[in-house]
């Protein structure tokens, strides 16, 4: 399982914290890099997937356009609550195109993970795909 995209491995998203009929939060997981999910302005902006199953994680990588900072946590519960940070990160500024990061999690379980983007270069930022290697 390596470099897959979270819908192809059964993800769903559970929550976003906005949401647009013509960028719905679920086109971050569908592994199409021309969809998106656009957030609504404003800071920070978040959305959690949960797994299939409890999974191992090496890295997961991110394509994104006007994301500055990002926090990724995880948990192993059935539920989508306390989770546990593993990871903060800042991204390089793309002009007209697509932010594409890697961000290491070795050795870490999820069973949800929670991406929480607390501030952009611009009000709104997208989210086009998230996969990880696991």
């Given at each position: ?5 979270l ?73 989508f ?54």
């Amino acid at each position: 399982m390596t470099g897959s995209s979270l819908g192809a491995l059964g993800g769903k998203v559970v929550l976003a914290s906005s949401s647009d009929e013509a960028q719905p939060p679920r086109n971050i997981i569908d592994g199409n890099a021309e969809t998106f999910w656009m957030s609504t302005g404003m800071f920070p902006q978040e959305f959690i997937v949960r797994l299939a199953e409890t999974t191992g994680i090496d890295q997961v990588t991110i394509d994104s356009y006007n994301v500055k900072s990002l926090k990724i946590e995880t948990n192993t519960l059935d539920t989508f609550q306390d989770f546990q940070s593993v990871a903060e990160t800042e991204f390089e500024q793309t002009e007209g195109q697509l932010q594409s990061n890697a961000v290491s999690l070795k050795g870490t379980t999820a069973s949800h993970l929670r991406f929480i983007i607390t501030s952009g270069y611009d009000p709104f930022v997208s989210v086009h795909r998230v996969s990880i290697q696991a």
